[in-house]
Structures are given as C-alpha cells and as structure tokens.
C-alpha cells in the first residue's frame, strides 16, 4: 500500500480544496459494441443504484472528466447488474480496462487508489476467511480444553492482524481505514470476558471502532455490507423479537438521523431482515419511511411496495389461498383447511436439507394429527416421478402440490420462497404463525396451538 504525497492528504481534509478537485477517469473496452452498449456511472443509495451519468460508448475508449466534491464510490457498468465498483476523487487520472460483458471484473491495470483497494480487500477477505476456519474449529473442539486455548490464541493472532492492518491505514489512507473499521470485529472468545455470552458482546462490539459521525461514510458501500452481515447474524442469534430490536435500535441511534450513511445501514439491515423474513422486518421498514419520505423519495417508495408484498406472508397476515393439484390429480385448496392448524411445507425432492428435515415433520404430523393438525407439502420439483419417489420413501403422508416448475413454481412466489425446506405454520383462522420452523421448534408451537 504506498504513501500519499502531502498535497493529497491536505486537499483530502479541505473543503475547499475538495470542491475544485477535477478526476479524469479513462475506460478502455474490449467486446462492446459501439452505438449500441452505453456506459454508466452509478452512486448506490442503500437500496439500488442511482445513474449519474449515461455516455455511448462510440469507440474502445471512453474518457470523462468530472468535478468532485469529495471522495465517494462510484459504480461503472454496462447496466445496474453488472457493474464495478470504482473510487474518485483521489487520484486525478483513474484508468480502467474492461470487458462490457464482465464489467465486474475490470482491472486498474496503471495502479493508483482503486488497484490500492483491491489490495486492501484480498487483505480483508484472508482474515475474514481465516476468523470463519477458527470459528468452526473451536465449535469443534469444545470438549478437547487444551485445543480450545491452541483455538482462542490463533483467534487471538487474527485479531491483532486487524488491528495491524487499520493501524497501518489509519497513516497510509484514512478513508481506507474507515472500510477497515466497518470490518473489524475481534473475536468473543478472546476478548469478550467481560460479557456473559456471546449474543451481547456482538451486539454491542460489532461496530465497536466506527465513528458514525463522520460524513466520509456517506458514500462508503461498506456501511451497507457491514449493516447486511449485522443483521443476518443478529436474526440467526436465537433472540426474541422484542430484544433482537432493542440490540439493534441501540446501534442505528448512534448513526445521525435523515443522513445518507443511516440510510445505508438502514439497506444493509432491511436487506438482511427481508432474507431472514425476520418479524422484525416490518418494524424498521416502516421506522425508514417515516424518517426518510422526505429525503429519498425514490428509495421510500421501494421500501414501501416491498411492505406491501411482504404483509402477506408475514407473522400476522392471513395466508394468500391458493389451489394446486396432487399427484394423484386431487384438487388441494388451502381454504378448505381452515378450521385446522396447517403446516405449508415447501421443499423438493432434490433438495438434501429438506429430505433430513422431513423425519421431523413425520414425527411431527404423527404426534399431532389426530389433535386437529395438517400439513400441505408444495414441492419445487421440475420431475414428476423424482416428487413422487420421494414422497413414497419419505412417508410423507399428507397433502402435497406442485406445479413442477422449480425455482419458478408460482407456490412458492406467492410466499416469497427464496430458500428451501420453508416452513408456514397456519393457526385455525389460517393467519401465519410462525415461518421457518424446524425440529423441536415446530413442536413447541404446535403444543402451545393445539392444546
């Protein structure tokens, strides 16, 4: 990572300077046809990619010339899929080569900060890697004392490799050391003593070296991605609804309200909670149009149609009804179910997590049918005979569907099933329960419903 010369650092921490800053940025093409592909320039908003500028790219070279107000990334790409991230604002002549079919993988063959970056996120991506080996080590080796300790002190060492690496940026580049901050987390088992369990040291030290005052994290991706890891984490922890929100409202009150860093936070997290379906979802979905109607209409607007397709399929909603036919050619209506506690249960022969679940489910059904319990399988098969095999050496005796259309089976768009086995518990009024449950999970909630 090289040093920045003195004038660089001085028009960095300089408004004035900053306003007057010019960036030359230079594309060279291969595999693009002239008069007809276009190149974009993107900023992204938390929510999706906002065009800056729209330039036909006539030759195999495209050049721009732009006033910067400051440092920010930007994106540059043939369209909103297919894109690569690029920083202006440091170095007065940016190159890039790219080919317009894979724009994310074009290079800065003439270095400067953006080749510095990529360096920087291989340094990132090693010790993320490395913390992820450990973490399932010492998940491993619980029983074994001395092996533990060998875990903690190689957790330890990564740890201050962090610590190292945003030092080092902290004098090389201080705007790297912001992207480096939004990625350092240091490891319970070696630093959390001071917390009970896990759940509150993450909560509370995941972003434990960002200052969320400072305005360079406005245009910093990075808060996004940090915000999405938070919240996926934050909903696979096991908590109540009520605490999962307080541990997270604590952390988004520190981020200045109506800025744009808060509103990329706000992307990471929503974006984490919709993949989650997390009931919480609905609660701060709802908390960012209010707080932002007025300042990012566009990506209010987004959030608010996402509100209305995900209200049916929520904790709360009545489920959308929905008819399909078995493999015997019977008509299953869900409507013709109320009345009992129903189980739609998505997932497909093909699918391996599915097959070691439906055990479960079967023991499930057995213990509480006769108790006014019932469940409807809707599979994602392509093949009819694999979902009928299935079915037949599963034992999974109950209703089943499918439109044997996969990934594209209308099922399991009208629930919004993006992952599989997918599980809806219906109570009698056909209202949705609870999703995702497995196991022992299931259980719980059918004793707590059928009693």
């Known amino acids: 990572m090289r040093f920045f010369p003195l004038m660089i650092f001085l028009w960095f921490f300089n408004p004035l300077a900053r306003a007057q800053h010019k960036t030359h940025l230079e594309v060279r093409f291969t595999q693009c046809e002239p ?13 999706s990619f906002e065009q800056e500028q729209r330039l036909p790219i006539s030759g195999d070279t495209l050049e721009l010339e732009m006033d910067l107000p400051e440092v920010r990334f930007y994106y540059v790409g043939t369209g909103a899929n297919n894109l690569k991230p690029v920083i202006l604002g440091f170095d007065e002549e940016v190159v890039m080569e790219g080919n317009c079919a894979r724009m994310r993988y074009a290079r800065f063959p003439e270095g400067g900060v953006n080749a510095d970056y990529e360096k920087l996120k291989a340094d990132l991506n090693r010790l ?24 903690v002190e190689r957790m330890a060492m990564i740890d201050r490799q962090k610590l190292n690496l945003l030092e080092r940026m902290e004098k090389e580049n201080p705007y790297f050391a912001e992207i480096v901050r939004l990625n350092t987390y240091l490891s319970f088992p070696a630093h959390g003593s001071n917390y009970g369990s896990e759940v509150p040291y993450f909560s509370e030290e995941y972003f434990k070296f960002v200052d969320w005052g400072k305005s360079d994290l406005d ?17 696979n922890l096991g908590l109540n609804a ?6 997270i409202q604590k952390q988004l009150d520190k981020i200045p309200a109506g800025t744009r860093r808060r509103q990329l936070a706000y992307g990471g997290l929503l974006s984490a909670l919709q993949r989650k379906k997390h ?25 608010q149609q996402q509100i209305k397709m995900l209200a049916a399929t929520m904790p709360g909603a009545l489920a959308p009804d929905f008819t399909g036919v078995g493999p015997d050619g019977d008509t ?4 013709d179910f109320r009345g009992k506690v129903v189980l739609i249960d998505f ?49 999974l005796v109950w209703h089943h569907v ?30 949705i329960v609870a999703i995702r449950l497995r196991g022992a999970q299931l259980e719980e909630y059918l004793e707590g419903l059928l009693e």
């Open 332 to 335: 299953v209506r869900l409507s």
């Open 128 to 151: 993320r890697a490395a913390h992820s080996r450990l973490v399932q080590e010492y998940n491993q080796v619980q029983r074994d004392s001395a092996a533990v300790q060998d875990v």
């Open 219 to 235: 245009y910093m991706p990075w808060v996004f991605e940090a915000w999405k890891s938070y919240g996926e984490t934050m909903c």
């Open 402 to 431: 499918s439109d044997l259309k996969g990934w594209k089976s209308e099922f399991a768009a009208l629930y919004g099933v993006r992952s599989i086995p997918h599980a809806v518990l219906l109570d009698r009024e056909g209202r």
């Open 242 to 247: 009520n605490s999962h929100k307080v541990y």
């Open 35 to 47: 008069k007809k592909d276009f190149l974009y320039l993107y900023s992204f908003n938390g929510f």
């Open 347 to 395: 997932w497909a022969s093909w699918c391996g997590p599915c097959r070691r679940e439906n055990p479960n489910v079967v023991r499930a059904y057995q213990k509480y049918k006769d108790k006014g319990f019932d469940i409807i399988g809707v599979s994602l098969d392509r093949d009819r005979n694999r979902w009928i095999s299935a079915i037949e050496a599963d034992g």
């Open 279 to 303: 009931v919480n979802y609905m609660f701060f979905a709802k908390q960012f149009v209010e707080e932002f109607s007025a300042i990012s209409p566009k990506a209010v607007a987004q959030v």
